[in-house]
């Protein structure tokens, strides 16, 4: 009778078994290179670190403190907030404008969808490396613009006052491509019915907008909102290529500057630090999505 | 050609109410047997756990004559045909035919070979080379047979396979079905909720309900002699109308839904109990009566609603609390509102007993609805 | 349907904003045509389409071999990705077992950790493997994607339990059944993972800086950085040829999946 009862729980839990067996790999890998760097980041933002990183004298909250009091860090805070709120509404606004447009019933409009898209195929790296050609104080084609048209010349990523409006143009545009791409995709999900239905009934192009294309694509956009925050708080090869966090700090963002106090001044406890506020932040994000998403989105 | 038989079987999920319980019937090797009940009866768990897809919680299932309740679905001996047919929509028809012999590790000269045999059969020879996406539901659908037939399993199990098809292609399918049935004489159990699948295709057929046996039996006799008023109302096309009715001893009649009085023959009357009883009756024992007709024996009727179907006529009426229907052949001229004076034989009457649902007495006189081939010339 | 004004308004809008959003790409094409002395000049077309440029680039960086080390990269992560996200959706979808939903969570908090705060530790973690400048040290951490499972999870979910059942009957085993019928019937779903995988794996710019500290791995990304900071103002003609360059692959990948892609990320996105 035993036997057999131990038989049967190794025979029900013979599921269980192939399943991990299949789950393997993807646990395996999140625990070595998410689940325990994670802890280490937090543990590590308690210390003080010698140069191979590892945690020398404990001191608590004290990075922390020290953080907060830093008039860098302060900065960087300042600057990222500031960064995404450049950044997001108008990406968001401008891609859902392109996409409205591509998704039109109209000859030849694949072209132009690819046009939209191309910037999703384009890396962060060769964007800024043309944007920074662009922003070239002489030779590049705004200040050409801007002296054709006799107005003064900016120094775009050399004056504290536009770098880092110039660097959020050069990342509004990196990001057009993906949000358009997903938008659109969202607005060909929508039942072509509601609108067949709409026009019997005499409903305008802004009345179909309002009370039926947005509401229906309001799942789309939600998600679209969440990941262009969490991309922007992680925004770092723009800033890499274009400015290296000047001038005098003033685009120095949070990714940029968790870099530089790791691996340029080997602050591996500073920088855990400035990690766990930035894994904070993105954790609120992600928090305040699931929690609104349920409420004020208009699922099918 | 293999015989299944089920032995006590139940089943529950979580240990919670049995789902099927103390299921005891055995279906004869070559036997086309119907499984039939209402959705959510437990037919389909049944099914599934002769077929190995769902523990069975307790009992013996016997396949052939070993016990089957272990065994992993491949080692059964059986194929299955499923409601959406199942069919790998990334492989041909010819590669979705021959799936279940390749896996089997079959020659490929063989699989070749059965597989156009049955295509053949079937009549699928010019789409083996098409995706199922690019085939009609019925096309589909013959494919699901080719799979199950190729195998040349000595059972095979179907799971509703007609429920997706037009009305008109469903009839054909039916006599298709039994007629590979009986060629290749499997052992068939046929799942479905259609009462029409079940009486023009069983050979046998088991009336489930609340995952318990209503009835085994052909299915004539189910017709003509139901086990209870369930089976009574779920077999037949109107089903049989009920109505409560109790014995009224001294005037030795029945009295049919408070306003119908039956006389009782006498040698009869005595086997009645006093409770409380259900009466049954077919439509088409409800006969117009005609002018020889006494007048005490008619039972005049206001008809609710009428459908002439052409070579029959249906008519509802109310008796009491319920709503009977009336079967007449032919085309009758009868409008809403009519008084219609219906006649019928207390020997086509069926009673149960109200509590139990009990069978205390079966239809004896069937009119002339029962023909010997005798009367052909 | 459409009056024709609003047709001809729609095109205007059309091409005035779609050339908006590509004449920065179209502007650095014409660049890496040009030599100085036009660049100064401020012209937008150039006097001829010499190659002169992009033989230079390749001349002054082992572009040749970093391209290889991205597409080594890209090609493993891609691999990878569709290896280990296909197997974990599958147990999502077709094994009932006791703790699912609690290893479904872990998944999905894995998602609230952005990699970059993460990257500490794991540097030294590849550091301690002595994985610094190898490709195991550039695609392992990125083989396990919520994401990717999720949006396999989705496409697995529309395949019917009957197909397992009839598999089950016919004596197919599990992996059998993963390999031989879940894979081939959710093509598109792999394809559109696979091509988001190469895609983010090839513009992938933070980590390829971290971990390789010389050319033997380095990838195109890098590369680029090293050129640009190389070239100050002088050859702008030849940066911009690096860029073409880089950027060829990955919209021509573009371009040929923009739909299915389109289609699958959406999909993906939304449960």
Sequence with gaps: MNRQTKHGFWKKSVNGRTALLYLFPSILLFSVFVFYPMFRTIYLSFFLTDQAGNAALHVGLENYGYLLESSAFRNSMKATGLFVLYTVPIGIILSLFFALLANEKLKGIGFFRTLYSSTMGISVAASSVIWLFMFHPSIGMFNRVLSVLNLPQIQWLLDPEWALLSVSISTIWMNTGFSFLILLGGLQNIDEHLYESSRIDGAGYFYRLRRITLPMLSPTLFFIITISLINAFQSFGQIDILTKGGPSQSTNLIVYSIYREAFINYQFGTASAQAVILFIIILIVTILQFKLGERKVHYQ | MKKVELIDLSKSYDKQVDVISNINVTIEPGEFFVLVGPSGCGKSTMLRMIA??????????????????????????????????????????????????????????????????????????????????????????????????????????????????????????????????????????????????????????????????????????????????????????????????????????????????????????????????????????????????????????????????????????????????????????????????LLADYGALCLFESKSGKRIKQPTDLGNFVFGKEVLV | MISLPKKIGMYFLLIITSLLVFFPVLYAFMISFMTGPEILQGRFLPHSFSLENYVKVFERLPLLNYLLNSFIVSAGVMLGQLAVCSLAAYAFVFIQFKGRDFIFFLFISTMMIPWEATMIPNFFIIQKLDWLNTYQGLTLPFFALAFGTFLLRQHFKTIPKELQEAAQIAGLGRFAFFWRVVLPVSKTSLVTLGAYGFLTTWNMYLWPLLITTNSSVRTVQIGLKQLQSQEIATDWGVVMAGVIVVIVPTLLLLFIGQKQLQKGLSQGALK
């Design chain 2, 52 to 341: 190995g897809l769902e523990q069975i919680t307790s009992g013996t299932l016997k396949i052939g004559e070993a016990v089957a309740n272990d065994l992993p679905p491949d080692k059964r001996d059986l194929s299955m045909v499923f409601q959406n047919y199942a069919l790998y929509p990334h492989l041909t028809v010819q590669q979705n035919i021959s799936f279940g012999l390749d896996v089997k590790k079959v020659k490929k000269d063989e699989q070749r070979k059965r597989t156009e045999e049955v295509a053949e059969m079937l009549g699928l020879t010019e789409f083996l080379k098409r995706k199922p996406r690019e085939l009609s539901g019925g096309q589909r659908q013959r494919v699901a047979l080719a799979r199950a037939i190729v195998s040349e399993a000595p059972i095979c199990l179907m799971d509703e396979p007609l429920s997706n098809l037009d009305a008109k292609l469903r009839a054909h399918m039916r006599s298709e079905i039994r007629r590979i049935q009986r060629t290749l004489g499997i052992t068939m159990i046929y799942v479905t909720h259609d009462q029409v699948e079940a009486m023009t295709m069983g050979d046998r057929i088991m009336i489930l309900h609340e995952g318990k046996i209503q009835q085994v039996g052909k299915p004539i006799d189910i017709y003509n002699n139901p086990a209870n008023p369930f089976v009574a109302t779920f077999i037949g096309s109107p089903p049989m109308n009920l109505a409560q009715a109790m014995v009224d001893k001294k005037a030795s009649e029945l009295i049919v839904g408070d306003v119908w009085r039956l006389p009782i023959p006498a040698d009869e009357i005595d086997a009645l109990p006093e409770a409380p009883l259900i009466a049954g009756i077919r439509p088409e024992h409800l006969r117009p009566a005609t002018k020889e007709t006494r007048e005490g024996d008619k039972l005049i009727v206001e008809v609710t609603n009428v459908e002439v179907l052409g070579n029959e006529t249906v008519f509802s009426f109310q008796l009491g609390a319920d709503e009977w229907q009336a079967k007449w052949s032919g085309q009758w001229q009868i409008d809403l509102g009519d008084s219609i004076p």
